[in-house]
């Protein structure tokens, strides 16, 4: 029983470690990017249109009022952005 804890432990452990590792390999790369290529090669801008949920799951876009998110070109949130990754997924701003 003892070395199934121990095992437990080390995996946490080692799945930790592997997450601090990804953000702080995503940091410096975002800061790399940001040093070498300015703001255009670290960022990008994603439009989010606002939309409002209807009946039976659908949803009515408004097209004209896209408003631009700057988003980090990163795997994490980096620098107080999101990643663009997220913010395409999420285009759609429900206004209720």
Same mark, same amino acid.
């Given at each position: 029983m003892d070395l199934i804890k121990k095992a437990i432990v080390w995996g946490l452990a080692g799945l930790l470690g592997a997450v601090v590792l990804a953000y702080a390999g995503d940091a410096l790369? /975002?800061?790399y990017r940001l040093a070498s290529g300015g703001p255009a090669k670290a960022y990008g801008a994603v439009v989010v249109m606002p939309a409002v949920a209807l009946k039976g799951e659908k949803?009515? /876009?408004y097209a004209n009022n896209g408003t631009p998110v700057t988003c980090a070109r990163a795997l994490f949130?980096?620098?107080g952005d999101p990643p663009c990754w997220y913010v395409r997924r999420h285009q759609m701003d429900f206004l209720n």
């Open positions: 790369l /975002v800061r949803y009515e /876009v949130p980096q620098l």
